[in-house]
């Protein structure tokens, strides 16, 4: 009887201690994905000025420097950021590789967390930019978009910025939506016609958990923030704004 005790201590103990290990990684891991990107605001912020911005105001006049991490990685076509967020990263792009970055880092490497890409089917003009970002659970790449499940919160971050390297656009939040991966949203690149526009738009404001009070028109570029809600493979939150 002592020996099967034994055996089963040994056996209990080596799986607590394989748990700890574990878990012990895991917080390495994200500790280090988080240097990486304070390392990548200070190559384009200057070291120095990587704090977030309280206000859009402010964030402007400390543009980021996207030459020098295009220099460093040509897949980067810009940086989005949210005042008083965590998000706040560049966005990578790769038509022919469009999941690339899905859990890759800025040089390459495997990611746990990945790096915000937009849609491979996407150009810097099209009618609808779709940008995609893990929900990670200690709150980084898109886990704060989550919080727009509650109108307060956007009442408080209505304004998206996406900066490229000719330009800074604002974007105004219109529709807060939690979807499937198969829906039409998603096929939404380029409305091609007013009509196929208007369509669009009609049908996320109607899924929008809330009014926003905001409905675009046609001319007016829309970018998508899409990420998982962890509660099924199929399951997305996303977040639609049209430019101001």
């Not at 790096?115 to 003009?125: K, S, T, V, W």
């Not at 490229?164 to 998603?186: H, P, Q, S």
Request: glycine share 6%; charged share 25%; with cysteine.
């Amino acid at each position: 009887m002592k020996k099967w005790y034994r055996f089963g201590m040994i056996i209990l103990l080596a799986v607590v201690g394989f748990s700890v290990f574990m878990v012990y990684r895991e917080l390495r891991i994200q500790q280090r994905e988080k240097k990486d990107f304070q390392e990548l605001r200070e190559m384009a912020y200057g070291k120095g000025n990587v704090q977030r911005s309280k206000s859009i105001e402010k964030f402007h006049e400390k543009k980021r420097n996207l030459l020098t991490l295009q220099e460093k990685n040509s897949d980067c076509v810009g940086w989005l950021y949210i005042s008083d967020t965590q998000i706040n990263y560049p966005v990578m792009h790769t038509p022919c590789e469009p999941q690339k970055y899905l859990n890759k880092n800025f040089d390459g490497a495997y990611s746990y967390s990945g790096i915000p890409f937009l849609d491979g089917r996407c150009e810097l003009d099209s009618d609808n930019l779709i940008f995609y970002g893990h929900n990670m659970n200690n709150g980084t790449m898109f886990a704060d978009v989550m919080k727009y499940a509650e109108r307060d919160y956007f009442v408080k971050h209505q304004t998206i910025v996406f900066e490229t390297l000719t330009e800074c656009r604002e974007y105004v939040i219109f529709a807060v939506m939690k979807t499937g991966t198969a829906d039409n949203w998603y096929y939404f690149i380029n409305a091609g016609i007013p009509e196929a526009y208007d369509e669009f738009v009609e049908r996320a404001k109607m899924k929008s958990l809330y009014d926003t009070e905001v409905t675009p028109i046609y001319g007016k570029q829309i970018l998508t923030l899409s990420t998982c809600t962890n509660r099924g493979k199929e399951e997305r939150f996303l977040i639609a704004a049209v430019k101001k």
